[in-house]
């Protein structure tokens, strides 16, 4: 086992269990949408945010148990699990904001611009090498965005806006994610993420809040469950692969917004969120092929340069 594995109890990286922990964190984080829009349009987005945390801690205190109990508060770096979670909680509130003006699949669809600012930013903050195909493909993900925002001249749709702000946020914690789990075990910035972002949530509520119905219990509690659970193998997906080379499988979640979109809301999807989500999906998978072609060993010399 290599040093840094043993220093963070993870295993030797496998880059093809990452892709498997992401798959599952974006399957169960699908409900978290599910669960929030069911709240959306009687709470405050701070307050869905609030619930989502504090409700997230019984799985998170479970896995912390099976994962090495309170030795995994010990960290190096508690200035950056803040401004972790500063950002988790910005994106997440954005993310929750954008459902009160949007279905759930265009909510959901929007907020998928966030690996494509992943893959931008990836080259000046991670130093990973991003080329002239990647970058193309960025700019046909963003254009199937501006097909699902509808603007009207030099105006976005509001909602489409918020939650664009959300995604970016969402991207620049990704990388942060992504630094920490180079020398600290999942387990470990889940709970940090717990710790900062309790007080900072219940310390919003004084100035945005509403009493919450019995028929929200179910919801909020479903909502911190899928969080707690979510979060924690997503931290396991970037602790053993590469951001730029994950970043293409969320896209799996445009599935499950479009499910949920229909099944629970009895929303239909229309003809520019399909076009504009395909677009998005596409530019992804391009991403994930280039991704793939560019460590590709080859048998002539060394491996290709950035595309």
Known sequence: MSAMASETGVAPPNPRHGIYYLLASISVFSLVGVMAKLMSDHLPPNEIAAARVIFGIPPVLVILWRTGGWARLRTIQPWAHCWRTVLGLMGMTCFFASMTLLP????????????????????PFLGEKVGPHRWSAVLVGFAGILVMAQPTGD???????????????????????????????PSTISLWFLVWAAPLTLATLPFSFAWPEW????????????????QYWFMQAFARTPASTLAPFNYIGLIWALVWGVLVFGESPTQRLLIGAALVAASGLYIAHRE????????????AAAD
């Open 215 to 230: 028929r929200d219990l179910g919801p909020m509690i479903g909502l911190g469950l899928a969080a707690g659970i979510g």
């Open 155 to 185: 105006v976005l749709n509001l909602g489409a806006l918020v939650g664009l702000i959300g995604a970016l946020c969402h991207a620049v914690n990704m990388m942060v994610a992504r630094r920490l789990t180079a020398k600290e075990h």
């Open 292 to 303: 793939t072609v560019r460590k590709a060993p080859s048998s002539a010399g060394p491996p």
């Open 104 to 123: 759930l699949a265009d909510a959901i669809a929007i907020s998928y611009a966030a690996p494509l600012f992943l893959t931008a930013l990836s080259a």
